[in-house]
């Protein structure tokens, strides 16, 4: 069956650390894959897209690995903040827009 | 930015009436928009798929009759959920991926801000 699972549903990180966040698939072939941003009681904030031909992209703090063979996306975040703390949400592409999401990881940073 | 309203944010219904949900575009043209549910500390789970000017597209499981969407217009698309029973209370978001720049689809999606339904 098709899953995507991230590494663990909470994790606490101390401010200034790095925080990685795993996101596995079994049964997909995604040509992309999408990291979200979700606040409680709010829709998903769009973060960084990394494309199956892609081995890493950058934004700011933020930067995303993607490795198809290992079927496995890692999601940093370096010089965390308590600002970051939110669930992180990876998501699978695998046509035009269709979107399959993660459970998501709760990251708190503590100050 | 993109950005997507939706509104209302909360309702509360009684069991056995209907609720409209409105998704709305709002400095970008959608031709394809999508409605969401995610249950509490569950994931996203794709609905439908909603398109202008044609039928939605019902992923499995999700009945048709009962989530009626209606994408009048390339800036609006409405889910509206008949018959509420409270199995249907659920936290409701839609997206909609703006045309890329070359004319093709971009691939990020912006999501609305949600809607909290509460059938009693």
């Known amino acids: 069956s098709q899953k995507i699972e991230q590494n663990s549903e909470a994790l606490n990180i101390q401010e200034g650390k790095t925080a990685t966040l795993t996101c596995n698939y079994t049964?997909?072939?995604?040509?992309?894959l999408q990291w979200y941003r979700q606040d409680p009681g709010r829709g998903p904030v769009f973060l960084l897209l990394?494309?199956?031909?892609?081995k890493e992209k950058r934004k700011e703090r933020l930067k995303v690995t993607f490795d198809t063979t290992l079927k496995q996306s890692l999601f940093h975040i370096t010089a965390s903040q308590p600002a970051d703390s939110a669930t992180y949400l990876c998501?699978?592409?695998?046509?035009?827009?269709?979107?399959?999401f993660g459970t998501g990881t709760r990251l708190t940073v503590i100050p | 930015g993109a950005v997507v309203s939706q509104h209302p944010s909360w309702v509360i219904c009684k069991s056995g009436t209907s609720v409209k949900i409105e998704c709305r575009s709002l400095?970008?043209?959608?031709?394809?928009m999508f409605w969401y549910r995610q249950f509490p500390k569950q994931s996203l789970m794709l609905m439908a798929t909603?398109?202008?000017?044609?039928?939605?597209?019902?992923e499995q499981g999700v009945e048709k009759d009962k989530f009626l969407i209606n994408h009048a217009s390339l800036t609006l698309s409405t889910l509206t959920v008949t018959s509420a029973h409270p199995e249907d209370s659920s936290f409701y978001i839609c997206?909609?991926?703006?045309?890329?720049?070359?004319?093709?689809?971009?691939?990020?999606?912006?999501f609305g801000p949600g809607t909290r339904l509460t059938v009693t």
């Open positions: 997206s909609a991926p703006p045309l890329g720049t070359s004319g093709g689809y971009s691939y990020e999606q912006y």
């Open positions: 049964n997909y072939s995604p040509a992309y």
């Open positions: 990394i494309r199956e031909n892609e």
């Open positions: 998501a699978l592409g695998t046509g035009a827009n269709n979107l399959f």
């Open positions: 400095d970008f043209q959608a031709t394809t």
């Open positions: 909603s398109n202008e000017g044609s039928k939605a597209t019902y």
